[in-house]
């Protein structure tokens, strides 16, 4: 009988794994190659067979990808992996811990050899350049904010040793920007998505302030601002890797100054002309792109998705400051605030 049992089994597997390759080859036609708003990319396209991609086996690797990505009902599956693990007590998910309605980018260590290099290149960069004024601000991710939420056995690197080492080797600059700090004080408030990795536009408002007391700008006050809630079905970037829809979407907050918005022109590289050497750039009116809020990525109303070069001109601003901001995806909802006090940021 026990034998019986396990012959059962493997049938039943074996049929398994004939039934799903079947199943997504009827249902997903080798033609399309559809984009994915969930992982926000495009899927493998199905690879082109011939005699040499066959005896070179880039075919089999390429379907094997086309397969990974396609197969039939694979969020469903991923959803229901997901629900096994949690319910077995897993708390770590695709590199995301789950914990009191919120996920968290894990962060456990960093390359030193990779430390080094960019920190040369920023060094070297600073120094080739003494006559501007140069500041650095290195922002945690909600683990370290949020980590007496995480599990005790959990092994998490520490992103302030980091960032007090990082600020320590830096040479050259006028000052460093203290986010970490001016974060753990308002840690009570929503600074962070619960569903992405970013900061949210209170987050960077927060962020915006710590700045101001080094950058030498007066910052506005929260009470200037009137709060628009944009959206408030946004699934970011963790939800991708989770597919958990027990946590809360989260708000994307618009922030527009009560008194009125100064009127500005924002500046997206679009490609470089090789004919005239030119770069051609499409222009905006104002910095929240409202058409991303009709689709899953959501945080690229601010300013868009990632671009070579963006520039913000405030026409109102009572001064000649500019400032180049050499980021990431962070500063996207931080520079709207930072363009009210600089009349230029690229």
């Not at 600020?167 to 001016?182: H, N, P, Q, R, W």
Request: proline share 3%; glycine share 4%; hydrophobic share 35%.
């Amino acid at each position: 009988m026990k034998n019986l049992y396990k012959k059962i089994m493997v049938a039943l597997f074996a049929l398994f794994l004939t039934i799903i390759p079947i199943l997504t080859l009827v249902f997903m036609s080798p033609e399309k190659k559809p984009f994915s708003e969930n992982e926000n990319r495009y899927l493998a396209a199905f690879p082109e067979l011939n005699f040499k991609s066959y005896k070179n086996e880039s075919f089999m690797n390429g379907f094997d990808k086309w397969i990974s990505d396609r197969f039939f009902g694979r969020e469903d599956w991923i959803v229901l992996k997901n629900k096994t693990d949690s319910a077995l007590g897993k708390t770590e998910t695709n590199g995301v811990f789950i914990e009191n309605g919120m996920m968290m980018q894990i962060w456990r260590d960093y390359d030193e050899s990779m430390y080094q290099r960019n920190l040369k290149a920023i060094n070297d960069f600073v120094e080739k350049h003494p006559e501007i004024p140069a500041y650095f601000m290195l922002v945690p991710n909600a683990q370290e904010v949020y980590k007496n939420n995480v599990p005790k056995y959990a092994e998490i690197g520490d992103q302030k040793e980091y960032i007090d080492r990082f600020y320590s080797e830096l040479k050259g600059f006028e000052g460093t920007i203290d986010a970490f700090s001016a974060l753990m004080n308002r840690r009570n408030s929503y600074i962070y998505y619960r569903t992405d990795h970013h900061w949210t536009s209170y987050g960077a408002f927060v962020a915006y302030e710590a700045a101001s007391q080094i950058l030498g700008y007066n910052s506005r006050k929260y009470d200037d601002f009137t709060i628009e809630h944009a959206d408030s079905e946004f699934r970011g970037t963790l939800f991708s890797k989770t597919l958990d829809f027990e946590i809360t979407p989260d708000v994307i907050d618009y922030y527009t100054l009560t008194e009125g918005e100064p009127e500005v022109k924002v500046s997206v590289f679009k490609n470089y002309d090789t004919e005239t050497n030119q770069v051609i750039y499409d222009e905006y009116d104002s910095m929240y792109f409202r058409s991303f809020l009709q689709v899953k990525d959501k945080y690229s109303s601010f300013l868009g998705q990632n671009s070579p070069i963006v520039t913000v001109e405030n026409k109102n601003a009572k001064n000649d400051k500019s400032i180049l901001l050499i980021k990431d995806s962070y500063a996207h909802s931080f520079v709207p605030f930072l363009s009210r006090n600089i009349k230029k940021s690229q």
